[in-house]
Every structure is written in C-alpha cells, then in structure tokens.
C-alpha cells in the first residue's frame, strides 16, 4: 500500500490519498479528518500508525506502507 499527501491551496484542505499496489485509489481523506475512510477500508485499528506517517511525510511525495 502506498500514501500520497496532497497539498491544498486556498479553501481546498490538505488530503491523503492510500492506494494498493497497482495504484488503484483505495482511500481519499483530508488530513484532519481519517477516521471513516480508514475504517471504512478496514485499517481502523492502525489510525495512530497511519497518521504519524501522514504527519511526517512532505507533501507531494509517496511512501510505501508495509501494514
């Protein structure tokens, strides 16, 4: 799985994109808001670890995820 920080300009926020390892889209959220995506794709229980990532990573860059 891969994660992708997206940075937003004006009113647009911040988002986070997860996807598989044939890049297809698996989870679309804003940064300060994860919570139902990622439960809704089963990762509930790996929020803390996901957005420490999230937080650390520079916007625009991809980072594979080993969950």
């Known amino acids: 799985m891969y994660v992708i920080k997206v940075k937003g300009v004006a009113k647009i926020p911040d988002y986070v994109q997860l996807r598989d390892d ?3 889209l698996l989870a679309y959220f804003r940064v300060d808001r ?3 995506s990622l439960e809704k794709l089963g990762l509930g229980d790996k929020i803390t670890q996901i ?3 999230v937080t650390a990573l520079p916007f625009g860059q991809i980072k594979k995820l080993d969950l």
């Open 22 to 24: 044939a890049f297809t």
């Open 51 to 53: 957005m420490e990532i």
């Open 34 to 36: 994860p919570d139902k």
